[in-house]
């Protein structure tokens, strides 16, 4: 694989969401994304960053092909290597999403096996030995049985589900993985088993990871390159070790120097 | 320890729930003294909500039952009436909650709300009330108290919110502030700006703060001391500095191990701690945390394990945390 | 301050740990959702095989008439001097059959109209605007209006009744699919390119089952009441087939002479809607995911 050849990029994405009135006219613009390029390198990661209604997640939704953008355009390179340009909203297979809640993203109706085989069909597999070798195989690869297959989501812990929920992405092969804040409802814990395990299907499956968080640390041990989002806009970009070195961005220091301390004895207003 | 402002004493917590009795809270003793910061730490399920509900018996009467004692000003919560109990809550008590959205009524403005608390309390006219919230307001940094006071819930952000409900907590001049997630859903900037303000008020009003969360960066911050929890029980209790120098519970270092920080070493794998919590239906027996633990030992399983006093004001609730807290690193020589 | 803080916390416990309570009442549900359905199987199978034990509804006997209960006519006879046994069980026949075809219509009709109610604006506004319409008509009106212009007929009826009920049913689907269309899961399926036949029906519908099981159980009960209403007026089944509602029209001007006649279709009326009641309530209670989860 080629390692620095990106297999997505956003090209000058701007979202706007208008309120309309009642008889249709447009009464207020919110611009939460405003021209944000990036591009994601096969086989590694993309940290997003920034807070609640910086536009990080509506731009991850542009890049999955949930919402269509207000302008700009978003590029996929399939495994062939031919490339996909996508205006409009559009779901590619080579894109999967996992996402934060790890209790609304399955459904409770669905025993996991359904649900994983949905994935495939909606790809048009029907061959059921296919399906059934390949919901094993993704299965495995976040660590269950096939005896797991055959339960209801809820007799599964957060952690658990989150598993589940990378499972069903994985379950198509994709080339990239959009990760919604994948970690922050979970336990501390919790945190690091599914850290760890993205890391090792980053690894072992060669997936880029577009990760979407507001936690610094995940950023610092997830991520090889980071764009710091603020008011729609992409702030600051480098690679991950540079930007903790030396941030230039006013808000990108604010946020370095909020993350909490890991030791008592780090404390600014120094007490005891 | 006399001079403490609320010691919590062998408090159990049950409820009934339809697949039998569990008990959420077993055995929590600590205590908090005026002007301190305690900690109570542990993930979900490990009672920590329940034991800050349980001190002002918020829980749900019909399916709880408490025992074990919460002395609070000369008296035992738990033996007070409910109208007694209603004089401590929120006059010598207040709360603030993780959602502050769902703790303030969405039909009426800030300025309502905030005067109605301090009237509730205090012997003063309305004028002088309404005076006293724009202070208060102003107080928790909140910008242009008097036209926010005009405002809706909804038309606040989260972080005002928050602010807005520390305020009313201390319309009353609380003794003690039992804070349940308080920043749990802010973003990280406006969480350092809360803890901040918590801080300085405490001092101001020279309150205890009880202090549950799930985060140790925020109890490496603000903590005077660390209560921590696991399956309703207390693993290890000790002020914040023993605490994240020599942690003596295996627990206590597999979170802090398990916490990425913003200087570890990207290169290596996490340390995790296997497994999940169990249930409270399924408490296992001897150890709560052995089927976890990386250091577990046959004998582990086979007893109830005793919080161990190491200090004094260090205890653990491991038969190995003698070597533990001498920081050496120990395995277990391959028991599973 | 105090009581909000409180109020807030207390409602939050309520919702998770206060299970005794709910343990008793779904008990209690059990029990008389058991009996409902008890109550339920023993009309169908009087309707089904009692009227070959029952004799002939339709026989007159002009030397029988207006007969008191007797070993011979353990209901009575009525004012032709038909046997009321006979004709009670030949009418539960068609209140079944009026209620269960009404249901399953009711039912799909409900669930495609809310369904897709649910998923589409457009037809949303539209839809929901038709059921608005149809609701603002009192049931029983709009039952005899549709009977008038369509004739009297038993499949009529149906249909009628199916024309009243729908626009209920398809309010209890697409609130229950409003609600599974904000789950992520639904956003999972639509970041992976499910069709919305996909998302509405293999992924959405299981979701609103319950609740439309439910509805379907009403419906049922509430069509063999309208049923033996429209009968009443002479709006329903055409006599002399018998149905519990003509029955009734057929007691009314006798009520001081022979009671029989309208206790008897009265009390099967009455047993048959309270058994099926009592199942819909206890399947309520017992197809609610939150009931028997914790979370």
Redesign the interface.
Known sequence: MKSDQPVLEAHHLSKTFSTRSFLGRTTSENRAVDDVSLSLAAGKTYALVG??GSGKSTTGRML???ITPTSGHVTVRAADGSTAVQTTA????DV??I???P????????RIRG?LE??L???GEKDPSVLRTKVDEALNAVGFSDEHAQRYP?EF????RQRI?IA?ALV?NPKIIICDEPVSAL???????I??LL?KLQADLGLAYLFIT?????V???SHRVGVMYHGRIVEEAN?PDL?AAPQHEYTK??????????????T?AKA | MSNNLLEVIDLRTSFDTERGNVTAVDGVSFSVAPGEVVGVVGESGCGKSVTAESILQLLDPSSTSYSGQILFGGDNLLRLSEDALRKVRGYRISMIFQDPMSALNPVFTIGDQLTEAILAHKRIGKRRARAFAIELLAKTGIPEPESRMRQYPHQLSGGQRQRVMIAMALSCDPELLIADEPTTALDVTTQAQILKLLIELKDEFDAGILFITHDLGVVAEICDRVVVMYLGEVVEYTDVHTLFDNPAHPYTRGLMASTPGIDADPEDDLPIIPGAVPTLHHIPQGCRFAERCALVLPECRQQTIELEVLSDDHASRCIRSAELATGASLSNGGVR | MTDTMTIGSLNRFNKTYSRRSMFMKRFGAHKLAVTGGIVLIAVFLIAAIGPLFAGDPLSLNPSERLASPNLQHPFGTDNYGRDILARAVAGARVSLLVGAVTAIITSVLGAVVGLFAAYNRIADAILMRISDGLMAFPAILLAIAIMAAMGQQTSNVIIALSIVFTPYVARIVRSAALVAKEQTYVEALRSQGASLFRILWINIFPNVLSPLIVQATFVFADSIITEAALSFLGAGVPPPAPSWGNMLLDGKTLIYNAWWMTVFPGAFIMSTILAVNLLGDGLRDLLDPTYNRRK
């Open positions: 807070e609640s999955q092909g949930l559009r779901a590619n297979r999967q999403m996402f934060q809640d209790y609304s993203s399955l459904n409770p109706r669905r649900i949905e994935s069909r909606i790809v809820h812990s957060g952690g658990q929920g069903r198509v336990d501390v814990s919790i945190q690091a088993q850290l760890n890391r507001h936690d610094m640390s995940v610092r041990y997830l991950t903790f604010r946020l370095l120097t909020s993350v909490p301390i890991h030791h008592p004895s780090l404390r207003s």
